[in-house]
């Protein structure tokens, strides 16, 4: 069979047998996909040091026919993440990004979710520091909606009915995966969001109109709730490593 030659990323390695690796890789033909490296452990590996985290080459693949591990030719890298590693803000956001993708990604050939990953990748080496907190919520928040979970603003949630964004505070429930009405809202346990709180949210996630200006306390709250609803609509409740270590705030004093 014939190799596939894809653009790609690797979101984590791990040792197989005393001289290779296996990849996990984020892939533009083929979704997210594991694979061999065979030798790559080996001094003079043709691999060298190319299957690092968060890389982005040209993979090239044999599929196998009758497993879901695959054997990776070669990876020849062309953007290595050296700014990602020098900055630990960049670092935090660019690792929930990787996690998404490799826990929740589809194992099939969805081009508008791997470029948006990349994208938001070199969004994030490129930015100015002070900008990388709000645009690693924006591009987090927009992953999620790549992936099919974006949450429901307008509308509530559980019956359809329209919500104003002016009453006085509007219900949002992870749980039920948005806003809820006054009605629906009655015993549910939710956050209280104002109308700015909504304005903001819409324009992370779909990305329209400019980045809200956050302060820390309102950027700790909406890394929260992002948390929260993936938590629910995603992980089952299950660990999120790199969510834990983006909501932690005790290594921002270690800069």
């Known amino acids: 069979m014939a190799p596939v030659e894809t653009v790609a990323t690797i979101l984590s390695t791990f040792a197989y047998g005393e001289t290779s690796k296996i990849a ?13 490296a065979k030798g790559a452990r080996r001094p003079k590996s ?20 009758h497993s879901d591990l695959h054997t990776l030719a070669s990876f020849d890298v062309t953007t290595v993440p050296e700014e990602l590693a020098r900055n ?32 938001s990748l070199a969004v994030l080496v490129a930015v100015p520091d002070d900008a990388v907190p709000i645009l690693g919520l924006r591009s987090i928040w927009g992953l999620v909606k790549q992936l099919g979970f974006a949450p429901t603003l307008t509308q509530c949630a559980r019956d359809g009915v329209p919500v104003d964004w002016h009453q006085a505070a509007v219900a949002f429930s992870p749980p039920h995966g948005g806003v809820l009405c006054p009605s629906c809202s009655r015993g549910v346990e939710s956050s209280q969001l104002t109308a700015r709180d909504l304005e903001d949210l819409e324009v992370m996630i779909h990305g329209r109109g400019d980045l809200p200006a956050l302060d820390d306390r309102y950027l700790a709250a909406h890394r929260r709730l992002l948390e929260r609803y993936v938590r629910y609509h995603l992980a089952d409740g299950g660990d999120l490593p790199g969510f834990a270590f983006w909501l932690a705030q005790d290594w921002k004093t270690r800069r």
């Open 24 to 36: 996990r890789l984020a892939t533009r033909e083929l979704g997210v996909v594991s694979a061999i």
């Open 46 to 65: 043709k691999f060298g040091v190319a299957l690092q985290s968060l890389c982005g080459g040209q993979a090239t693949i044999y599929l196998a026919r």
């Open 88 to 119: 630990i803000d960049r670092y935090a956001s660019a690792s929930v990004l990787g996690e998404l993708m490799i826990r929740f990604s589809p194992h099939e050939r969805n081009v508008g979710l791997y470029d948006f990953f990349a994208h």
